[in-house]
């Protein structure tokens, strides 16, 4: 039967009308795409303009002179001495010298204060590492207070923050900025050092080692045991009511909110346990319960991935079931299991939440050596300095999400790595 005028352009009406709405429909979703990556672009250049600034600190050059009577040191060997010596006064000095004209105490107090307050223990540090220098008069660059720091990084991008800054001061910084003895340096207190309540002061090395120590415990206790779950699971367990009930229990697992398993850790390991708060060990367990569902899941599609004539074959030769697995099937899933626990591992090391409900929001100065000391870990330190009410923790804030950022960019490009050199295509 043949098509009349008016059904072939009743058909073409309609053609036109498809390709119209497939090609909005194709059109919105390039939209969605470009506001989403848009929109990550925008937060990503936010934090990198922030943060960038606290790689670099502010420094003043000073002539310190190392005066043993000014120390009232007597004795270098005497331990007692070296500690309770007035350090600070070097620094002091050194000011007074720079800045003879200031002569009232109120304006010697503003003076001292361009200094950081731990400009002192930079002297001792230095004095100490070669006592010749007793006696004698050295430039060094000392660190600069955060108030200090936050007008001369200002005063450099053309508006300088001056609110907290007197008269006296800003006019002690112009004479410093005119004969060039005040400079941006590298700042590797932020990278060596550990927490502190002065923000020049702070840095993320104490929260990386606390982080470290937590994914070390985390990656021994949930890989292994979620491989053999999944093992169980996958190549052993009979298929009952009570293997389905553990596979959806699993699966919903992984759906928990992670402060639920704060409060596991809290209920158990700290209450009914009594592990002390705040330690490497009690973080460590409750991110491996938490990462545990998704090991066993990862591993289990990765163990289905093996092709079944791989068994057969296996089986065929005449090897036992428990060789089948552990000699053919576990190495050949084994690519899946790792990207699954790396994957895992980068979720571990984001999550906030688990570890405050542990404690591990404690202020923590120094750098932990072994996994019984108490710690942090890099998003809680993030937020401990995004709650703080000092201008500079917001540039470390900043910089200490690029940090954690580069951690968990470099985690999933070693998953995709792993996966794209080891898995196997069949």
């Not at 590492?129 to 720091?149: P, Q, S, V």
């Not at 120590?213 to 890989?223: A, H, K, N, R």
Request: net charge positive; glycine share 6%; charged share 20%.
């Amino acid at each position: 039967m043949s098509k009349t005028p008016q059904h072939l352009e009743k058909i073409q009406r309609s053609l036109v009308r498809r390709y119209r709405a497939e090609k909005a429909f194709r059109w919105c979703g390039m939209l969605a795409v470009t506001l989403g990556l848009t929109a990550v672009l925008v937060v990503f250049a936010d934090i990198f303009m922030k943060g960038t600034g606290a790689f670099s600190a502010t420094y003043i050059a000073l002539d310190v002179t190392y005066d043993r009577e000014v120390l009232g040191i007597e004795n270098f060997a005497d331990q007692r001495q070296v500690n309770t010596a007035d350090w600070e006064a070097l620094l002091k000095t050194a000011l007074r010298k720079e800045f003879p004209d200031v002569r009232k105490r109120s304006e010697k107090r503003k003076l001292y204060a361009l200094a950081s307050n731990a400009a002192g223990y930079d002297i001792k540090d230095r004095l100490l590492a070669n006592l010749r220098l007793l006696g004698e008069t050295e430039t060094i660059w000392i660190l600069a207070d955060d108030d200090i720091d936050a007008y001369y990084k200002s005063w450099l991008g053309g508006n300088a923050y001056t609110a907290r800054l007197t008269d006296g001061q800003l006019g002690a910084l112009q004479a410093l900025i005119d004969t060039d003895r005040i400079q941006l340096h590298f700042n590797a207190n932020f990278l060596s050092r550990g927490d502190s309540r002065e923000p020049e002061q702070a840095g993320i090395k104490g929260a990386v080692v606390g982080s470290f120590m937590t994914l070390i415990l985390t990656l021994v206790l949930s890989f292994p045991i979620g491989i053999a779950a999944a093992i169980y699971l996958e190549e052993f367990a009979p298929k009952n009511a009570l293997t389905e009930f553990i596979e959806v229990n699993i699966n919903n697992l992984a759906a928990v909110p992670s402060i639920i398993f704060g409060l596991l850790g809290l209920a158990i390991f700290i209450n009914l346990f009594h592990i002390p708060r705040s330690i490497p060990i009690v973080g460590g367990l409750v991110l491996a319960v938490m990462t545990l569902p998704t090991v066993i899941i990862t591993s289990r599609a990765a163990i289905k991935s093996v092709p079944p004539s791989i068994r057969e074959a296996s089986l065929g030769m005449g090897a036992s079931r428990n060789q089948m697995v552990l000699h053919h099937v576990l190495p050949l899933a084994l690519p899946g299991m790792l990207t699954g626990a790396i994957i895992g591992m980068a979720r571990a090391l984001g999550e906030t939440a688990p570890l405050l409900m542990i404690g591990m929001v404690a202020f923590i100065v120094d750098i932990p050596r072994g996994f019984t000391d108490p710690a942090t870990v890099l998003p809680v330190q993030i937020f401990l300095w995004a709650d703080s009410p000092e201008r500079a923790f917001i540039e470390k804030t900043s910089a200490a999400i690029m940090v954690l950022l580069g951690f968990l960019v470099t985690m999933n490009m070693s998953a995709v790595w792993l996966r794209k050199r080891l898995e196997r295509r069949w």
